[in-house]
């Protein structure tokens, strides 16, 4: 029997984490959170690691520029961050 699968949400946050030999990808425990990093797949499998790395270029490939105008400042005990 074949499943049919359709995608809820098309802005899933996910965090890659990289570096020369290992990897991960964070998931959001729901569609409106962010990353947790319990819900997470780590390895330091060749295949894996481009996997992501290819997912990450995908992503940052339809990114749009960022806009400096959309920071604000944030004041933590008295100091400006």
Request: hydrophobic share 40%; with cysteine.
């Amino acid at each position: 029997m074949l499943a049919h699968i359709q995608p809820t949400s098309d802005k899933i946050q996910v965090c890659i984490i990289a570096n020369e030999t290992q990897a991960m990808i964070v998931f959001p425990t729901t569609a409106k959170a962010g990353p947790d990093m319990g819900s997470a797949f780590c390895s330091n499998d060749p295949e894996f690691h481009e996997w992501c790395i290819d997912y990450f270029d995908f992503k940052w490939d339809k990114a749009r520029t960022f806009d400096s105008k959309k920071l604000i400042e944030v004041q933590l005990d008295s100091q400006v961050i």
